[in-house]
């Protein structure tokens, strides 16, 4: 141990700090098409996001995805709004994400966190999580579980965000 | 200790690196707080808890700074809840580690948490509901070398509740997402990834009985190709002869091969699943059997369920052997159909079967199965004589309109109770219809009512079991502004266990969730079952309280 902190303690006083591009982790995940993408380089042009943490067992999850679905267009339009859904589905699992998702004709953007290095980074602890992202990808609002109408209260946000007003807090 | 004051350190040197004094660094974390107050039950087969409450507890915090992230979990278990392992009571800092990122490089020491392609050779994960924590202790390296390119590389030793795994474990890892490799492949419609792993766990051999290898090794080679709606990922991974407690002491190499094919396109999904496994148990403690120090994850092939009643006959498993395939089809009636109606219907259908593996003595003089013998032949494409599991699972999903939503399932499982540890049962044949209706009455106001049913065949069984019968369950859920209030009754209304008549088990809960902070109280009686996550399965045992749920993430 002693050896360790010898040989560590002098990179850490030298080591720079590159400066982080957005209040995201810089963790790996990967896209559909398993190109991995570095969670921290997310962004969208300056409009809120929605950040989702969600499984394929988890019924609230797909209820809240499926609700938000119904009025997601109408969302993107007023408010330019993205909806982040990060799939928390390991390999017993992985292989309903991408079925399920086009049997939901759903319109995210989607990513895979199968060995929940995301979810830890992001301290989530139940799902659905959801969060709510200003134009600096920085988290101004999140939510854990989800019951009908949830949705509602979270675009009054949304809008908000998008006019540049201030959240008040619950 | 000794290691946190090296990481207190390394900490307080870099926060005072004057080359980044103006960033102030982002802090944040989570925690959950279960307690539970146990009642002596004999009706449900509730013992007696000594110490009469039961608590745990984690807190998490991470601290991010530019390219450095330092984290420490503290965790507290006064006992733990009943059907967590014992071993962890106690407290301390049971996780500790600190990463640094670069474009190239990510360099981690202490705990982390790794999965090689599919786990078949190396996965270490958490679930705190399961008391399952396998994170391994040590170096992690990733470089990033070129376009396209990861390496993995760890050494380390397990965590063992308390303490550390006897078995010291290094691996490396490779995947190559070939398209993004080769630039004249990157405009091509066929996108091709391909990986492979080595892990091998170092233990000393101290059997008095057997001659153990002291270095196991294990190596995996996959790839994933897709082409338009087309999709096809496969894993094959070998490990050398590995004598453990898990296996019976035998000699014979293990081996697992996983596939999976799929076609989808908008509305509709295809897959068929093919697994087989044969003596691919791979722990960091050979003498070690149950949950802990599993080094690789051998995924369970049938769907995982949240209904409760889909969960009394779960699939686990069996890494001494198995085969089987598993097929499903997603499909959306369209809107405005007939089968449609204005919202779409949602179709799901699941058909699951599991066989042991065909298995032959290695030779005229052994048994299979011997210990310090090969333990037996198999042939690869052969499936054993033992069904282990059927299941079809059939789930539709309809909204009706914008107050009234269903889902509605039904499954036919066939389940042999040697999953669960039971040997010598018969197969237990379960017909499980389940609905849930959700109702939103006024704008914020929503009702959920779960209807569900399981009947089985069993006849008179002369052990108790608790599980074993036929069951009905109602619940009904209020949700407004973040507090939900619910009741339910789950009804063994018939158990063919000698000494167990029908029994209600009645429970109340009732929370709050505010922003991420979320707070639930139980009351009632809990059955006993099994408890699955992912992969792992733990048995819960009966119990009767009162319990408290704190979740918060800052």
């Given amino acids: 141990m002693k050896r360790l902190l010898l040989i560590l303690l002098p990179v850490m006083l030298v080591f720079p700090v590159i400066p982080q591009d957005t209040g995201l982790p810089s963790v790996t995940v990967t896209d559909l098409n398993g190109v991995p993408v570095d969670f921290s380089q997310l962004h969208n042009d300056g409009n809120p996001v929605i950040l989702s943490f969600w499984a394929t067992w988890c019924t609230p999850c797909l209820r809240e995805m499926n609700a938000i679905a119904e009025v997601y267009e109408q969302w993107q339009e007023e408010t330019g709004v993205l909806f982040i859904a990060v799939s928390i589905d390991d390999s017993r699992t992985r292989s309903r994400v991408l079925p399920l998702i086009n049997s939901n004709y759903w319109d995210y953007d989607f990513f895979l966190d199968p060995n929940h290095d995301l979810k830890r980074a992001m301290n989530v602890n139940l799902i659905p999580h959801t969060f709510l992202l200003n134009g600096d990808m920085e988290v101004v609002w999140q939510h854990t579980s989800y019951s009908e109408g949830m949705e509602v209260k979270m675009y009054e946000m949304i809008r908000k965000l998008s006019a540049g007003e201030s959240l008040d807090e619950d | 200790m000794q290691k946190v004051t090296v990481i207190t350190v390394l900490i307080l040197c870099w926060a005072f690196n004057p080359m980044h004094a103006q960033q102030p660094g982002r802090l944040g974390g989570n925690m959950e707080m279960n307690f539970q107050s146990y009642s002596p039950d004999s009706a449900i087969g509730a013992d007696t808890v000594r110490e009469r409450v039961a608590i745990q507890s984690f807190a998490n915090l991470i601290y991010n700074r530019g390219n450095l992230e330092v984290g420490a979990r503290y965790e507290i278990y006064g006992p733990p809840l009943t ?8 407290h301390g800092i049971a996780h500790r580690y600190l990463t640094y990122r670069h474009d190239l490089i990510e360099l981690t020491a202490g705990h982390f948490y790794e999965q090689f392609g599919s786990g078949l050779t190396l996965r270490s994960y958490r679930e705190w509901a399961l008391g399952y924590d396998n994170a391994i202790d040590g170096l992690r390296v990733r470089i990033k070398p070129g376009r396209g390119i990861t390496l993995t590389g760890v050494a380390g030793r397990h965590r063992n509740y308390w303490r550390s795994s006897p078995g010291i474990i290094r691996g490396v890892d490779g995947q190559v997402h070939v398209n993004r490799l080769l630039p004249f492949l990157e405009e091509s419609k066929t996108i091709i990834m391909v990986g492979g792993s080595f892990v091998s766990r170092f233990q000393e051999d101290r059997s008095l009985i057997y001659k153990i290898p002291e270095n196991v090794g294990i190596y995996s080679a996959r790839a994933d190709v897709i082409r338009g709606g087309l999709r096809f990922s496969g894993e094959y991974a070998s490990k050398i002869n590995d004598p453990s407690a898990v296996n ?7 081996e697992a091969f ?20 044969d003596n691919m148990s791979f722990k960091s403690d050979y003498n070690a059997t149950g949950i802990p120090l599993e080094i690789n994850y051998l995924p369970p092939l049938s769907p995982q369920h949240s209904w409760e009643l889909a969960n009394v006959y779960p699939y686990a498993t069996q890494p001494n052997g198995e085969m089987g395939l598993l097929g499903s089809i997603y499909y959306m009636f369209p809107r405005n159909s007939t089968l449609g109606g204005k919202y779409g219907t949602r179709l799901t259908v699941d058909y699951s079967r599991i066989h042991d593996i065909h298995r032959e003595a290695p030779t005229d003089t052994t048994t299979v ?31 009706i309109n914008p ?9 036919n499982t066939l389940y042999d109770p040697l999953i669960k540890g039971d040997a010598g049962h018969d197969l237990v044949r379960a017909n499980i219809a389940i609905a849930a209706i959700y109702f939103t009455f006024m704008p914020g106001h929503s009702l959920k009512a779960e209807l569900q049913s399981l009947t089985t065949d069993q006849g008179e069984l002369h052990e108790k079991d608790y599980s074993a019968g036929d069951w009905a369950m109602v619940l009904l859920e ?32 009732a929370g709050v969730t505010r922003g991420a902070h979320r707070l639930a109280l139980s009351w009632g009686r809990q059955r006993e079952g099994i408890s699955c ?21 800052f």
């Fill in chain 2, 533 to 553: 996550v992912g992969g792992v399965c733990r048995p819960e045992p009966a119990a009767s309280g009162f319990g408290i749920t704190l979740t918060s993430n």
């Fill in chain 2, 403 to 411: 107050k009234w939503k269903v889902d509605l399932k039904y499954m």
């Fill in chain 2, 369 to 399: 199965g011997q210990p310090g013998t090969l333990g037996y032949t198999s042939d690869f494409f052969k499936t054993g004589d033992k069904l282990f599991f059927r299941e079809l699972s059939i789930g539709l999903e309809k909204r």
């Fill in chain 2, 478 to 509: 209020y949700n407004h502004g973040g507090y939900f209030l619910n009741v339910r009754d789950l009804y063994n209304h018939r158990n063919p266990s000698a000494g167990i008549d029908a029994l209600h088990y009645l429970s109340f809960a």
């Fill in chain 2, 248 to 254: 019976g002491f035998i000699y014979k190499p293990g």
């Fill in chain 2, 258 to 277: 996983l596939a999976e094919l799929m076609y989808t396109r908008r509305g509709m999904g295809i897959t068929l699943t093919g697994k087989r496994m």
């Fill in chain 2, 83 to 90: 059907g967590i392992d014992v071993d962890y009571e106690g």
